[in-house]
């Protein structure tokens, strides 16, 4: 401090200049580094609220969905049951791309599914993706499961591509047993392989907007700090030649 009364009126000038240059550029780092952990928060909270909504309306949908199907086959043979079933489902896709639709098992032998007819009767009970997920046995403790939230299961699976091929890609789904049968479950989910870039697009247009206050005060603010900079300047230049 005493050092500071000791230097000139001059020195004491320039050192007031280059600390809030300095000040400055540390402000614009913090700026830049905040919104850069910004836009990955806000795309996390946009993720886990779209994932909140798609499994509310994937375990809506197969809810009333099983619940429907178990009042039409009540009563029937199981085989019975079966073809009603199966033809219900056959043709029920959903989704913008139709990459969605209901699949049926009986504990864990697929029953009728709309594209793959090659896997109907057989057992996919030890059947994993590539990350060693066994979700038809997930999906089957999914059903089982009275709670009112329900169990979502996550996992890899071909998803059917417009062109008729098939691409690897994670899902969503969630299953319920049908009433009135003997362990045959409905189960639906959605494919979401799409939902980072989706977030990342919308989290982006949120934080530009923000962005573009930020940076539209800073050049304000810093306009207004020339024009007092440069009065203070002309001041000061004054108060020297009077010195003199």
Not at 16 to 25: P, Q, R, T
Not at 154 to 176: E, H, M, N
Not at 195 to 215: E, F, K, P, R, V
Request: charged fraction near 20%.
């Amino acid at each position: 401090m005493k050092f500071y009364k000791n230097l000139s009126l001059k020195s004491k000038f320039l050192s007031l200049v280059i600390g809030f240059f300095i000040a400055f550029v540390i402000f614009l780092v913090l700026t830049i580094l905040g919104e850069a952990k910004s836009s990955k928060a806000t795309q996390a909270q946009i993720v886990a609220m779209l994932q909140q909504e798609i499994e509310a309306k994937i375990k809506l949908s197969t809810d009333s969905m099983a619940s429907a199907l178990g009042e039409i086959v009540k009563g029937l043979s199981e085989k019975e049951q079966i073809q009603i079933i199966s033809k219900a489902i056959s043709k029920m896709y959903f989704e913008d791309d139709k990459s969605s639709y209901y699949f049926v098992y009986k504990e864990g032998v697929a029953l009728a599914y709309p594209h793959q007819t090659d896997i109907i009767g057989k057992s996919l009970w030890d059947t994993k993706d590539i990350n060693g997920t066994y979700f038809i046995r997930d999906l089957f403790e999914s059903a089982k499961d009275e709670s009112k939230r329900g169990k979502f299961v996550y996992y890899v699976f071909p998803k059917p591509l417009p062109d008729g091929k098939f691409v690897d890609a994670q899902k969503v789904s969630y299953a319920q047993l049908i009433p009135n049968t003997a362990n045959i479950w409905i189960g639906t989910g959605v494919y979401i392989d799409t939902l980072d870039t989706y977030t990342h697009a919308t989290s982006q247009g949120i934080l530009s907007n923000i962005s573009q206050t930020i940076y539209s005060n800073i050049a304000i603010s810093m306009v207004a700090f020339c024009l007092s900079f440069s009065h203070q300047c002309g001041s000061f230049t004054a108060h020297i030649c009077v010195e003199s």
